[in-house]
């Protein structure tokens, strides 16, 4: 539960500084083809606040939320496989002759 927790606050508190980056280039970019200096952080941030309120932080915070575990599982999931293409057979039997003495010790100890 706290690592849930831990994740979606990283999330949220990143999503406000990649608002605030996003809207700072935009600006730029969208003012006249001359080259002009960026706006500061702090002013890009001012700004943001007065034409979208504390909402504007977190636009597209939701979409961080829902790809994020996405990701993860994918990662995880082609992992996972990869490794067990590559593993050889000797090391399954390896894995599975530990796990079998792990389950022989944990039937022996709960007997006790």
Do not use: C
Not at 34 to 40: D, E, F, L, Q, R
Not at 44 to 53: D, K
């Amino acid at each position: 539960m706290m690592e849930e927790l831990l994740v979606s606050t990283g999330m949220s508190s990143s999503s406000s500084s990649s608002s605030t980056t996003t809207k700072s280039t935009t600006t730029t970019l969208s003012s006249s083809s001359h080259y002009h200096k960026p706006p500061s952080m702090m002013t890009t941030m001012r700004h943001l606040f007065e034409e979208q309120g504390i909402r504007g932080f977190f636009k597209g915070v939701s979409m961080n939320w829902v790809k994020g575990p996405i990701a993860f599982s994918i990662s995880f999931t082609a992992f996972d496989t990869i490794q067990g293409l590559i593993e050889t057979e000797s090391e399954r039997e390896k894995k599975q002759q530990l796990t079998r003495s792990a389950i022989k010790r944990r039937l022996t100890s709960d007997d006790d």
